[in-house]
């Protein structure tokens, strides 16, 4: 039994993905990761972002980057991007799925189309992305994955039916994914964030003049991207090397709140 006390939050070094990582969570949470020295894959629809992204990090932190638009909803564009990940970084031990989309349209008006995008996004891209790593998770140890959920896979909302469902679909194939990665000794956790800062609420906020959405919040304030970053580096690294299958909670204080 280890009685080392030192920080181990860049342990293991080996590289991340992060998809969703040129904005929002996606990009602080590669910040986050780069900054302790662990290399790191930008993921993102928007290929030009990805690379300003990987470019600003290596230009802040010089760890090796690499940067791949990709679409998640196209099972067949994984395949050449992990292998230019596997070509850029020095390994890949950790994942970090932070891509998402949020639109709003409510139960009579969500249609067919939106409905199998967020699906397939949050959760087929989850599963199947995992289940290429596998073999470069079982070659490094201390391999661990991070998935972002929300407040709303556990809240009843009837303007994100989809979202919801597609965010409720990640915190349970979380926790399946959990239970057989653990035998290679890989972890899978996922972070249900609440309101936070970024690009993606930015309507929600806008429409909140009366701060309504803050004034329930105990911490009374939206959240800060880096402070949902900093959770997934934690869990990425060996400070938390026996939490595997849990959600954690980071909404300020939103869901255990009583205020009106």
Not at 133 to 142: E, H, K, L, Q, T
């Amino acid at each position: 039994m280890t009685q080392d006390m030192h920080p181990r939050l860049g342990d293991p070094g080996t590289g991340v993905i992060i998809t969703g990582g040129a904005s929002g969570i996606g990009f602080a949470s590669a910040r986050a990761l780069a900054a302790v020295g662990r290399p790191v894959a930008i993921w993102d629809i928007n290929g030009e972002a990805a690379h300003e992204a990987a470019q600003r990090l290596k230009a802040e932190f010089d760890v090796p980057v690499a940067a791949t638009a990709i679409d998640l909803r196209d099972p067949a564009a994984l395949g050449p991007a992990l292998d230019a990940a596997r070509k850029a970084l020095p390994s890949l031990g950790a994942l970090a799925y932070c891509a998402g989309v949020g639109r709003s349209a409510g139960v009579r008006e969500v249609g067919l189309e939106e409905w199998d995008s967020m699906i397939a996004v949050h959760a087929r891209g989850l599963m199947f992305l995992v289940q290429a790593m596998i073999p470069d998770f079982v070659a490094n140890p201390g391999s661990a994955v991070v998935a972002i959920s929300s407040i709303n896979a556990h809240l009843g909302a009837a303007n994100v039916p989809a979202y919801s469902a597609a965010k409720g679909a990640v915190s349970s194939l979380v926790r399946s994914l959990a239970d057989d990665l653990a035998r290679d000794g890989v972890r899978i956790n996922a972070i249900a964030p609440g309101f936070i800062d970024t690009p993606m609420i930015q309507r929600v906020k806008q429409a909140d003049i009366s701060g309504k959405i803050a004034g329930r919040i105990l911490l009374g304030r939206l959240g800060r991207s880096e402070e949902i970053g900093r959770v997934v580096r934690f869990l990425l690294s060996g400070e938390a090397s026996y939490v595997t299958a849990a959600e954690i909670l980071v909404d300020g204080g939103n869901v255990t709140s009583q205020r009106g």
